[in-house]
């Protein structure tokens, strides 16, 4: 039996909200429908957040309006808060991820709120969300950062993240997951908190993890994550995004090289390499100056190579 395994890229948010260059509205488009043209099934299309915050991603409704005409894609999108996900559903997303960071600093840097700050706004988007007829409802994502430590706290207790994930999921989300967004985390950190967690939410309500390369465990820490039966993996075409706090570094995994891997293991992803790369060709060529990443499409395919037996379709 051929484990599938689900990509959700969010090159689109994670990756072009930390980049300078602003990527054109068409180039997004296009970038876009190559990305699910690869065999992408969930990609995160950007954020609703004040374009003045995130000038990048001030086109996010119309995105989510081209992404919407693209047959089997779920769009999925960033909302920081209530005024966010009343303009995501507006937009007609399939999926709202909140994030919400573990470290008490980092969100009071980040969103300038605390833990029951934000427990009150994830709270008031259920309810906004339960008012809505149940085919129209959008799917709430609790998606907590800094779960594996934090550039502002360092360590981030295990245990405070698992009460954390549970209070989500008290609060109303229909899943929570778990984000290494600075690139802390390492293997054994992984297998244990996934399970804790897990353990806590539920198997169906555990959304996946979303890893970053920062420190070069990020395939490492997606190998963790397959061994205690991780199915969600995010990450990023080119690993385009980097790191905010820590210049020159490397961004999120890489989608290339994480397709390859899963592929070669004998894992099912329905991507299909060659489109990703072409997908790749309108990345490069709207963001020129930009650093894109990734060891496969620099090396190439290895000599027969075979995409895993489901993916040669
Ligand atoms: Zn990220």
């Not at 299309?45 to 374009?51: M, N, R, T, Y």
């Not at 592929?263 to 100056?289: N, Y």
Request: charged letters at 20%; hydrophobic letters at 45%; glycine letters at 10%.
């Amino acid at each position: 039996m051929t484990r599938e395994i689900l990509i959700s890229e969010v090159g689109p948010r994670d990756g072009l909200q930390s980049i300078k260059t602003i990527m054109p509205t068409p180039a997004k488009k296009a970038w876009i429908t190559a990305l699910a043209a690869s065999g992408l099934r969930e990609i995160e299309v950007g954020s609703f957040v004040p374009p003045h915050l995130l000038p990048q991603l001030a086109d996010t409704a119309e995105i989510v309006a081209h992404a919407l005409t693209i047959p089997h894609l779920t769009v999925a999108v960033l909302v920081p808060n209530r005024h966010g996900a009343e303009a995501a559903i507006k937009a007609g997303a399939h999926k709202l991820t909140i994030p919400f960071s573990a470290s008490e600093t980092h969100s009071l840097k980040n969103v300038r709120r605390t833990h029951a700050q934000m427990l009150d706004e994830v709270r008031s988007i259920v309810a906004l969300l339960r008012a809505l007829p149940a085919n129209r409802r959008p799917k709430f994502e609790g998606g907590m950062s800094t779960a594996f430590g934090c550039t502002y706290e360092g360590d981030v207790p295990a245990d405070k993240v698992v009460r954390l994930a549970q209070e989500l999921r008290e609060a109303g989300c229909d899943e929570v997951g778990l984000s290494d967004s600075v690139g802390y985390a390492n293997p054994a950190q992984i297998r244990d908190l996934v399970v804790r967690v897990r353990d806590v939410v539920g198997r169906d309500a555990f959304a996946g993890l979303h890893l970053h390369n920062t420190r070069g465990l990020g395939l490492a820490n997606v190998v963790a994550g397959l061994e205690v039966g991780v199915e969600i993996f995010d990450s990023s075409m080119a690993g385009i995004g980097g790191c905010p706090f820590a210049p020159g570094a490397t961004g999120n995994i890489v989608t290339e090289d994480l397709v390859f891997m899963l592929e070669s293991m004998g894992l099912h992803t329905g991507v299909d390499l060659t489109k990703l790369f072409e997908a790749r060709k309108i990345l490069a060529a709207a963001v020129p100056t930009e650093e894109l990443y990734g060891y496969v499409p620099a090396a190439g395919l290895p000599l027969g190579y075979r995409a895993s037996a489901a993916g040669a379709r």
